[in-house]
């Protein structure tokens, strides 16, 4: 990590503050182009992907799902580190995903009930 610190009276470098600048710039696409390549830390469950490809009734509403509420389903199945565990999330999120509902959307439903009795 870089910083520059700043006091009353200080002259400004402005070579170096733009170098810092070009540098995180930089790194920030790095992170996000690794991101994005499959395997990544964020990448696929092997379990989930196996059952999107024999369940044809999973695999229609799951991509008909926006980007990242996909990406937040593939993230929770792959934490589990147990294999009960990710078919436990599997069997979980199922209706969520034939509802085409996000992970979090049943929070947010819930607390758009409570402003609605208010």
Known sequence: MRQIR???????????ISSYIDETIKQAKEEKNEADKPGSKSGSSPAFMALMEKDENLKQPFTQLTPGRQKDYINYIAEAKKEETKSARLEKVYPLILEGKG???KYSSKKQKQKDRQ
């Open 103 to 105: 992970l979090n959307d």
């Open 6 to 16: 700043f006091e009353k009276g200080d002259i400004l470098d402005l070579q170096v």
